[in-house]
């Protein structure tokens, strides 16, 4: 037989029919998890691209407002000036920082990251 489970028949000792128990299969060594091979088989997902979204606040508006709104309009957001913002990435919230001037571009430095609940 080739690698199957083996069932043995076990006589019942108060007559009657006989009971079939299984054999556990075995394993062999290289089915093993070996802890080295699981993070060379992640390198993978670091290839993978994500949505970063950095978000300064929101609010509610009616249609009309937002129609309304033209070149130079401000929009009032629910967080002070002084607020972290928020950062997601595919859309959970992994960190908050604070809006930075780099090189002419905005840029965000992390001062928390978010732990895993």
């Known amino acids: 037989m080739a690698e199957e489970d083996i069932q043995e028949t076990t006589p019942n000792p ?4 006989a009971t079939a128990v299984a054999e556990p299969p075995t394993t062999s060594a290289s089915s093993a998890p070996d802890s080295g091979n699981e993070v060379q088989n992640l390198d993978f997902l670091l290839d993978v691209p994500v949505k970063l979204t950095a978000e ?26 002084n607020a972290n913002v928020d950062v997601y990435v595919n859309q959970k919230l992994v960190a908050r920082g604070e809006v930075v001037v780099a090189e002419d571009n905005f840029g965000i430095r992390v001062k928390e990251i978010i732990a895993k609940s």
């Open 14 to 17: 108060e007559g009657g029919e």
């Open 56 to 81: 300064l606040g929101n609010c509610k508006m009616t249609m009309q407002e937002l129609l309304n709104l033209d070149l130079g309009s401000v929009v009032q957001l629910d967080k002070p000036a």
